[in-house]
């Protein structure tokens, strides 16, 4: 997840996520904050194509900046309920 947008590893991947997308009534990709500021190499989709993204912590300021200029919303996931889950 980057300024380029989403990218996979794989061309092929990266045609299967963008049919997903296109199918789809709402985006939402879950990924971890280590996908912030990443790029790969097949570029699949613009920022201004995710409605959501929920992560386990919050990006850098230039990222939420992106993110809010592309109406990305963003959620953070409380780690304190993953683990009244697991219990």
């Known amino acids: 997840i980057s300024a380029k947008g989403l990218t996979s590893l794989t061309v ?30 097949y570029k699949f989709a613009d920022l201004s194509e995710v409605d959501l993204i929920i992560t386990d912590r919050s990006p850098s300021p230039e990222m939420l900046e992106l993110l809010d200029q592309h109406e990305v919303e963003l959620w953070i996931a409380d780690q304190s309920f993953s683990k009244e889950l697991s219990l």
């Open 12 to 41: 092929e991947e990266g045609r299967i996520k963008h049919k997903m997308m296109q199918q789809a009534e709402m985006t939402v990709i879950l990924a971890d904050h280590s996908k912030f500021g990443r790029e790969l190499f």
